[in-house]
């Protein structure tokens, strides 16, 4: 049998239900040889016969589903001029949509940047897997068109960031056979908790196939966040079940229950840098350095890899062959997996011609994309190149993930070293970064925490990081997180100082979800998870990264949905336009009622204030290491939160109110309070104050 010359398109392998097109970029390479397995590891190879201006291709009739294949590609191997090719070396097709599992899930030596092989190496490397994209279950999905994005609104979305296996792994009411993998993901004990928090998208750290570095294998820790992918296109194998359906319908179904519920799906995309690594340290060949490491990786001027992303390389995402690639794996993982969006990972390297550019050939064309438009869109703003922190200046339709925000709550609360005018910036929208572009306020992405550095509950229970089981001697991980400990370093601490950090995590809380902004919520922050003061916990494969479940005092559950069913019913943090220093939606003064004075905008420690929202609402921040007495308006106002008091909520006539130290309290007047409103909130008590 012989290969058929095929098509140019589409890239990758594709299944027409006769047989399967083989196509393969690559700009510098003499020859390219698929190669096809079967179960018992014996090797065909044919060589691909056609090729159309750089991308080789070829079609094998009768070929199907379920094969095996891989790629051998020869050239010149002139390492000094950035060129890796060896026909001993079997690589992976960048478009694999399945891949197989590896030993330890880390590549061998032999396919080492320093190791000119002898031998082939196939047995140990991973390989394609041909999938069936026209029968799969997404398709038959869109055929009986009973598939409509939700399409939440920006303005009422509620992100719940997570790793699928931490997610679930040690949920009691999940059963082992499934917890931790994508199945879990629909399981309605998982869902039941989603919808009670009032979440609305729930955002997954990296899925796709992606592999433990070198030196974390050779320690015994293991690759657990997922941001060393390999192929973009495939799911990762760890996360499978195997307990009846294939990876990508367990996969499928997941996201399908999900959006019954009405959660969308986020995807955490890498697209800065990939497995290979470095040319110069620790890096392999085994897909695109082997393909055509000139167009795939930006190269320095001694053709070797640029390092702006910290991981030894960084995609050259300026080339229209590179481009293409990313688009079309993003369009896959809509149109397949009917994902609602994704969060790219330094994504000013995205936009790198080399310098930073909003006008950028792979952001240029995602904003002209009628399909990827128009779903959610975030970016990790910032890189380790020349000018990569890009805070505040990507385009329309992207949101932001904004630093800016985690650190000025994290100061104003815990340091008490923020003025109430840095901190109204930031709680209405960072305006100062987003307002002159011409982008809405929930295009600032409002996190206390993520998945990158302490948790919640560890912000304020640790002054120092301890990452020491990383295995680096504690030197990894951010030394700037402007925590506390409430006097005491660690977990075991007595009652008065657990109270001063519950109390503290109901501020930051009361903040976050107060805030214009979209809300970014690192799960398991609500039951009150601890990663033991471990602020980088990539490699933390185990019960120190994993959600541990209902951790009373601290599981502040029934909070938070309180909270997030207040931020629904106050309008004003729902709109889509700017406030004006002279709107009605929002009136700033001082406790005693009065405009606030440009003294006390810029005092510190920072002054007590009130928030006015549409004369309906006052929230009064206490930052004050003592209680403030504030002065309401006339009329009855009803209390609906006291970060102080939770649950406490209480009607008054009086036309003052002490705030306890370091306190939120939100009021709504009555006169404005419908019944509907009322039914949804904890009863208030029936003394009046």
């Not at 590609?73 to 002139?78: A, C, H, R």
């Not at 990972?345 to 995602?366: E, K, M, N, Q």
Request: glycine residues 6%.
């Amino acid at each position: 049998m012989s290969l058929d010359y095929g098509r140019p398109f589409p890239m990758g392998s594709h299944y027409d239900g006769y047989g399967v097109n083989f196509t393969l970029f690559s700009q510098n390479a003499t020859k390219v040889t698929l190669c096809l397995f079967d179960k018992a590891g014996k090797e065909i190879r044919y060589q691909l016969p056609g090729k159309t201006g750089h991308i080789w291709h070829g079609y094998l009739p009768g070929a199907g589903p379920g094969l095996h294949y891989g790629y051998r590609v020869e050239g010149k191997w002139d390492p000094e001029h950035g060129l890796f090719y060896q026909p001993q070396q079997l690589l992976l097709d960048p478009y694999a949509k399945q891949v197989t599992e590896i030993i330890d899930n880390t590549l061998p030596f032999t396919s080492s940047v320093f190791n000119v092989l002898e031998h082939d190496n196939s047995a140990m490397m991973p390989k394609g897997i041909i999938t069936d994209d026209s029968g799969c279950f997404c398709h038959s999905y869109k055929e009986k068109e009973t598939y409509q994005r939700l399409n939440t609104p920006w303005s009422e979305t509620i992100i719940y960031e997570g790793n699928v296996k931490g997610l679930t792994k040690l949920h009691p009411d999940i059963p082992n056979d499934i917890a931790g993998t994508y199945a879990a993901l629909g399981h309605p004990a998982f869902i039941s908790h989603l919808q009670k928090l009032g979440i609305t998208a729930l955002e997954l750290l990296p899925i796709q196939y992606h592999l433990t570095e070198p030196h974390l294998n050779n320690i015994g820790l293991k690759n657990y966040w997922g941001y060393n992918v390999l192929a973009p296109f495939a799911l990762a194998t760890q996360y499978y079940s195997n307990t009846g359906r294939n990876i990508m319908d367990e996969f499928r179904e997941a996201i399908k229950h999900l959006h019954k519920a009405n959660i969308e799906v986020i995807l955490d995309v890498v697209f800065n840098h990939t497995a290979e690594l470095s040319d110069q340290t620790e890096g392999y060949i085994v897909s695109q350095r082997g393909i055509d490491n000139q167009a795939y990786y930006w190269l320095n001027d001694e053709n070797k890899a640029q390092n702006w992303t910290g991981c030894g390389n960084t995609l050259n995402l300026n080339r229209p062959e590179t481009v293409q690639w990313v688009m079309d794996c993003l369009r896959y993982w809509v149109t397949e997996y009917h994902v609602d969006g994704f969060r790219f990972d330094l994504a000013t390297s995205l936009g790198r011609v080399p310098y930073f550019d909003v006008h950028s050939p792979l952001l240029t064309a995602i904003r002209q994309d009628p399909l990827l438009s128009r779903i959610k869109l975030i970016a990790e703003p910032w890189d380790l190149g020349s000018d990569g922190y890009q805070v505040g200046n990507f385009p329309v339709p992207f949101a932001e993930w904004n630093d800016t925000y985690r650190d000025v709550v994290r100061r104003f609360w815990l340091w008490k070293d923020v003025s109430i005018a840095t901190f109204a910036d930031i709680i209405t929208g960072s305006a100062k970064l987003y307002h002159k572009h011409g982008r809405p306020p929930y295009s600032s992405i409002n996190m206390l925490t993520s998945h990158d550095g302490f948790t919640l509950r560890d912000l304020v229970s640790y002054q120092n990081k301890h990452n020491e089981e990383n295995g680096e001697s504690n030197l990894d991980g951010h030394n700037t997180n402007y925590s506390v400990n409430f006097g005491e370093e660690g977990l075991i601490v007595n009652n008065q100082i657990e109270h001063l950090r519950l109390h503290a995590i109901r501020n930051l809380f009361a903040t976050l979800l107060l805030s214009r902004g979209t809300p970014h919520l690192l799960a398991g922050d609500e039951l009150g998870n601890t990663q033991y003061g471990n602020n980088n916990a990539y490699c933390q494969d185990n019960k120190v990264s994993w959600i541990k479940w209902f951790q009373p005092p601290y599981n502040l559950t029934d909070y938070i949905s309180h909270l997030i069913e207040l931020r629904r019913q106050i309008i004003p943090l729902q709109s889509l336009e700017w406030w004006e220093t002279n709107s009605q939606n929002i009136i700033w003064l001082n406790q005693h009622g009065e405009p606030i004075s440009n003294e006390d905008w810029q005092q510190l420690p920072p002054s007590p204030l009130q928030i006015v929202l549409a004369q309906q609402w006052i929230l009064m921040i206490n930052p004050l290491r003592n209680s403030a007495l504030f002065s309401l308006p006339q009329g009855q106002w009803s209390c609906l939160l006291d970060t102080a008091n939770w649950p406490r909520c209480y009607p008054t006539q009086k036309q003052q109110c002490e705030i306890q130290p370091s306190s939120i309290t939100l009021w709504r007047s009555s006169v404005f309070y419908p019944q509907s409103c009322a039914e949804k909130l904890p009863t208030i008590s029936s003394q009046t104050e």
